[in-house]
């Protein structure tokens, strides 16, 4: 029994276990060295062309220069501000203007909407330009004619800070500004970009008393945000 089942143990043992061990080794070797030196080309090829990609974004940017725009709002006309019964009654005029300071890249700006806020509330929403075309080093004016009523719910602390900002007769009003960008540079166009542009502004109210124009509205640089 024990020897019967011995040997073809041992043989069925020895017979896969010799021949793999030394074909495999072979193989092995050779498949090593090719896999090696193909490695080593990949990789080369690879670092050189990491190398010559970050070389091209290089070049790119020191000949294009690529700068965001700017924007600032030059001038505002607020002659209408109440919060009654729990509405706010407005009327303003927001002159900006968009500076494009590249000298490479002109910018398409489509849809350009102005949001404003007061005490982190919505009260008004316009569309300020449909589309235009910005070119080099330039820069365009646009308005914004915010008026209306909005039905606000202050709460007293909202209603306190309007009531300070009434006396003062300087309001604090926040407006975003959203629309889409593509920059041309020659005759290709970029993809869409949304940014952001954010102004926090102090607004005086103008009032048609010649003795209350001492507070005038300071131009104010918004902050714009890529993402
Ligand atoms: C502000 O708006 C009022 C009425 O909308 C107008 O009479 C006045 O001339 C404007 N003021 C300025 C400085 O544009
Ligand atoms: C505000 O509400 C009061 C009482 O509800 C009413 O008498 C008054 O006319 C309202 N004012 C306005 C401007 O709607
Ligand atoms: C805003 O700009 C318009 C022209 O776009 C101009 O007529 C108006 O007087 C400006 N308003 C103010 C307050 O500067
Ligand atoms: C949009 O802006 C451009 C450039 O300033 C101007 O030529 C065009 O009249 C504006 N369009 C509107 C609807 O305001
Ligand atoms: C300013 O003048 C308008 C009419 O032009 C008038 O309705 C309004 O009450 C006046 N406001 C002030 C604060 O004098
Ligand atoms: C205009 O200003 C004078 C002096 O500050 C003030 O007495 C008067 O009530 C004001 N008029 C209006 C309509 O606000």
């Not at 509405?87 to 949001?115: C, Q, W």
Request: proline share 6%.
């Amino acid at each position: 029994m024990a020897d019967n089942r011995q040997p073809p143990l041992n043989g069925a043992y020895y017979g896969p276990a010799i021949p793999p061990p030394a074909q495999p080794r072979y193989s092995h070797h050779r498949s090593r060295s090719c896999c090696s030196c193909l490695f080593g080309f990949l990789w080369k090829l690879l670092v050189a062309l990491i190398v010559l990609a970050g070389l091209a974004v290089l070049i790119f940017y020191l000949i294009v220069q690529p700068r965001s725009f700017k924007f600032n709002v030059t001038e505002a006309n607020l002659t209408k501000f109440d919060y009654t019964n729990n509405t706010l009654h407005y009327n303003m005029v927001l002159n900006f203007t968009a500076r494009n300071p590249n000298k490479k890249l002109s910018i398409y700006y489509d849809n350009v909407e102005a949001r404003a806020f007061y005490e982190g509330e919505r009260f008004a929403n316009v569309d300020v330009n449909a589309s235009f075309r910005q070119y080099k080093k330039s820069s365009n004016p646009m308005s914004g004619v915010f008026s209306g009523q909005q039905l606000l719910m202050l709460d007293n602390d909202q209603v306190s800070e309007f009531n300070k900002d009434k006396n003062i007769g300087v309001y604090d009003i926040y407006v975003k500004l959203y629309f889409r960008i593509r920059f041309r540079l020659g005759d290709v166009i970029s993809g869409t970009y949304k940014p952001k542009v954010k102004c926090h502004l102090k607004v005086p109210l103008t009032s048609n008393n010649t003795t209350a124009t001492f507070t005038r509205f300071v131009p104010t640089k918004c902050d714009v945000d890529f993402y």
